[in-house]
Every structure is written in structure tokens, then in C-alpha cells.
């Protein structure tokens, strides 16, 4: 069975400091990976997601995303957060197999001014 | 613009009260899903529907139904709420089943109070 850990439930960052959202899954066979951010009072959205190919994934807002398979992880990374990046993000990992999507527990980032 | 809609976004009711909540997608997508999230817990499937009238369980379905009898509409019914269904529920589709590389997209969200 499929798992997702975020090891950090909270990150405070000051703004303009560069930010790692750590994520580690487990599963027996090949799968997908994605990256979600939940704004304040607001629905998910798509961060960025890996297939196959290049490890390192790039998203949106300047987020990006490195698939390590050896260690099983799949870090978010920005250089420089921003106040508006404010916001909960969920890492998620899917057995390619079906059509089930884990979530993880979220990731809360505080940027701090 | 593409969407997914939810209504009502809050709700407080009580226990017992039956309740529906509506969801709506316009991107004809085949997929769609309830989710709840809860503290500390992150994001449970609670039921999907990879096409009309093909529904099934996901990993908390205790307490709630579901139905799908058009492609856009999937709604989640809760027959007799109880306290521990107090939570934030959010719908999601994306365009096929059998394809979990396409993006889900996700409702606003609908925050419901069980008293």
C-alpha cells in the first residue's frame, strides 16, 4: 500500500529566504507524485507533478520539485518565498496501477516578514 | 471558465438533519470525488465515480451516500449527521479514469458544522 509522509506539519520562513517542504512516500511500484497548495479559505490547487522523465519537475509561482527515487522522496524547493505564498501544501502520491491519489498530512508555510 | 462549484459553502446543521451537498463540474470530466479534510489528517477520499452511474468507496465512506446520475452533478448525502462528520469537504474531477497523469481539479470547498 501507498504512503505519504510530510515531516513537517508547520515552516516558518522569512520572506525572501529560500523554503524545502519535505515529502517521503512508500510504494512497491512506479507512481506519479504531485504537490498541491491550499490558500487561506480556498480550494486545491496543482503545484507541479511528476510523470516520468526529468527528476526535476518545475511548477507554478516558481516552485520546483526534485523526484528521488533511491531515497523515495519528492522535496518542494523555492528560491525566494513571498508573503503571498502563504499556504498549506499537501504532497500527494499515486500507484500508477489505479486511480487512487494519497494525500499527505500538509505542510504548513509561515512566511515571516 | 473551468470549475468545479460546491454549494453550499458553509453549513451548520444537527445531528440527525439529513443534508446534501452539491458539486459541479463543467469540463465534462469522467472522474470526480469527495474528499474531507480534517487537522492533522490531511486530505481522506470519502467516495469517487469514475463515470455516470458507476460509484465506489474510497477510505472513509461510513455515514455518507453518493450518487451520480448526470455526468457534471455528484452530489454526497448525508442521511443523519453526527458530530464527527463536522469537517471541510471538498469535491474534485478531472477528465478520465483511467488516466491519474491529468489533473484533479477542486471545488471551493463546503465547511459543515454537526451540532
Known amino acids: 500500500a501507498q504512503s505519504v509522509t510530510q515531516l513537517d506539519s508547520q515552516v516558518p520562513v522569512f520572506e525572501e529566504a529560500p523554503v524545502e517542504l519535505r515529502c517521503n512516500y512508500s510504494?512497491?511500484?512506479?507512481?506519479?507524485l504531485f504537490w498541491y497548495v491550499q490558500y487561506p479559505n480556498q480550494g486545491l490547487q496543482l503545484l507541479l507533478k511528476?510523470?516520468?522523465?526529468?527528476?526535476l519537475v518545475k511548477g507554478i509561482n516558481g516552485f520546483e520539485a526534485e523526484f528521488n527515487k533511491s531515497q523515495t522522496s519528492f522535496h518542494l524547493r523555492k528560491p525566494s518565498v513571498h508573503i503571498s505564498d502563504t499556504a498549506e501544501y499537501f504532497c500527494?502520491?499515486?500507484?500508477?496501477?489505479?486511480?487512487?491519489?494519497?494525500f499527505g498530512k500538509g505542510t504548513r508555510l509561515h512566511i515571516l516578514p | 471558465e473551468a470549475q468545479v462549484t460546491q454549494n453550499p459553502r458553509y453549513l451548520i446543521t444537527v445531528t440527525g438533519k439529513k443534508l446534501t451537498v452539491t458539486c459541479s463540474q463543467n469540463m465534462n470530466h469522467e472522474y470526480m470525488s469527495w474528499y474531507r479534510q480534517d487537522p492533522g489528517l490531511g486530505l481522506r477520499q470519502i467516495y469517487y465515480?469514475?463515470?455516470?452511474?458507476?460509484?465506489d468507496k474510497g477510505d472513509v465512506p461510513e455515514g455518507y451516500k453518493v450518487s451520480r446520475k448526470e455526468k457534471r452533478n455528484f452530489p454526497l448525502i448525508l442521511e443523519s449527521p453526527s458530530p464527527n462528520q463536522t469537517s471541510l469537504y471538498f469535491c474534485a474531477s478531472r477528465s478520465s479514469s483511467g488516466r491519474l497523469a491529468d489533473t484533479q481539479y477542486f471545488g471551493p470547498g463546503t465547511r459543515l458544522t454537526v451540532l
Open positions: 510504494s512497491s511500484v512506479s507512481v506519479y
Open positions: 465515480s469514475m463515470n455516470v452511474e458507476v460509484t
Open positions: 511528476y510523470l516520468s522523465g526529468s527528476t
Open positions: 500527494a502520491v499515486s500507484d500508477r496501477r489505479d486511480d487512487k491519489i494519497i
